[in-house]
């Protein structure tokens, strides 16, 4: 039996889905059952009906769908899959924004650890931050951790007060604006596809800013025939997949994500034989961090 017959037969033998997100290597979004950007995810975490779910992300993605599932067991694929943006701010930093401004709401970009977001107010990913940051009553926002993505979120919400933390991507940090520049020179036909985790430098730029999940449905509709795309370079699988015959071009070659990149076949199927790693969370903390999980899933409806 070859690896992939392995893994299908073990899925079925211990009731187990394999989710992975857009980011990680082809192969194993192949094999997955589900593929999406962080929202899709975590929304579709809760309404699966397999008792173990194996998580092909980072650790703050499998974080998320036992939160919002406690009674099923998540296993991480590797357990060292870890987004460095996660551990970018600290309980204490918001405490002080709330004692300094009493009406603020804190939104918690998903890509954080459980700890900071059992802290905060409200959850967002990159696909609904701007619906959900507009319909909150608050007018102080205090957007943590991801810098990019609170001045994208405020640009597209002025009547809103907010306070930026410092964290940041270094993957899509690392997308630089002279370069593509140079990538636009070479394609003057394509149009640029941005995650707004990207630089405000690149987003001015761009023809189109979304998840991973809307950069893949805006090519595919699209008329266009090319893209330069500013983001991991794992999405070009499913970009690849859904549009045979159009063209994408990254941008440099630093669009790579070291810990999505950790996750192979060999740990898809070390993960499934073993049922180990798990996310375990100790329960008050996973209840605290539940609560702007659930208010995310509530407002993005
Ligand atoms: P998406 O929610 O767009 O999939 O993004 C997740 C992420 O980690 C971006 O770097
Ligand atoms: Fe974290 Fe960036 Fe990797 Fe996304 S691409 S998981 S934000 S390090």
Redesign the pocket.
């Known amino acids: 039996m070859n690896q992939i017959e392995e893994i299908r037969k073990l899925k079925k033998e211990k009731n187990a889905v394999i989710l992975a997100?857009?980011?990680v290597d082809g192969e194993v979004q192949a094999i997955a059952d589900y593929v999406?950007?962080?929202?899709?995810?975590s929304k579709l975490a809760t309404t699966l009906p397999e008792d173990v779910i194996i998580f092909c992300?980072?650790r703050?993605?499998g974080e998320s769908a036992k939160i919002l599932n406690p009674k099923k067991t998540v296993i991480m694929a590797d357990e060292y899959a870890d987004?460095p943006?996660a551990h970018m701010v600290d309980a204490d930093t918001i405490e002080q924004v709330r004692r300094e401004h009493p009406d603020v709401c804190v939104v918690c970009y998903?890509?954080s650890t459980a700890e900071i977001k059992a802290c905060s107010d409200v959850c967002v990913?990159?696909?609904n931050a701007v619906r959900i940051v507009r319909a909150l009553p608050n007018k102080d926002i205090f957007f943590i951790p991801d810098n990019n993505l609170g001045h994208y979120v405020a640009t597209q919400v002025p009547e809103k007060n907010f306070i930026f933390h410092d964290g940041y991507?270094h993957?899509?940090k690392s997308i630089h604006r002279e370069e593509l520049l140079q990538a636009k020179e070479l394609h003057p036909e394509a149009l640029v596809l941005t995650?707004?985790?990207c630089t405000g430098d690149i987003l001015e730029l761009s023809d189109f800013i979304?998840?991973?999940?809307?950069?893949i449905d805006y090519a595919t509709k699209s008329a266009h025939e090319t893209f330069i795309i500013c983001?991991?370079m794992g999405i070009f699988f499913e970009l690849g997949q859904k549009n045979p015959d159009k063209k994408f071009y990254s941008v440099g070659h630093r669009q790579f994500?070291p810990n999505?990149k950790r996750i192979n076949l060999d740990k898809v199927l070390q993960a499934l034989q073993e049922l180990a790693p798990p996310v375990i969370l100790e329960e008050t903390l996973a209840q605290k961090a539940n609560k702007p999980l659930a208010k995310m899933l509530e407002l993005a409806r």
């Open positions: 997100h857009y980011y999406g950007d962080s929202y899709y995810l992300g980072v703050f993605m987004c943006m998903v890509n990913t990159s696909s991507c993957v899509h995650h707004p985790e979304g998840s991973t999940s809307e950069i983001t991991e994500c999505m």
